[in-house]
């Protein structure tokens, strides 16, 4: 998961942040299915942040004192 955030940085700043939010879910599909491979958990991950990325945003920023 590291590397590919190092990746998407590489290619922009912006596009690594969404990746970041994308990947959010990764420890937490892990622990619920310990038998997944890292690729199917990122997998996993992307597919249940699809459309709450913008909501995982602003939760972040609300834990930081900005809204």
Do not use: R
């Not at 622990?31 to 459309?51: G, R």
Request: hydrophobic share 50%.
């Amino acid at each position: 998961m590291t590397i590919l955030i190092l990746l998407w940085f590489f290619v922009l700043i912006v596009p690594g942040i969404i990746k970041t939010f994308s990947y959010a879910q990764v420890y937490f599909v892990l622990k619920d299915h310990p038998n997944y491979s890292a690729s199917k958990a990122i997998k996993e991950s992307k597919k249940l942040m699809k459309s709450f990325k913008w909501k995982f945003f602003l939760l972040n920023l609300s834990f930081g004192g900005f809204c």
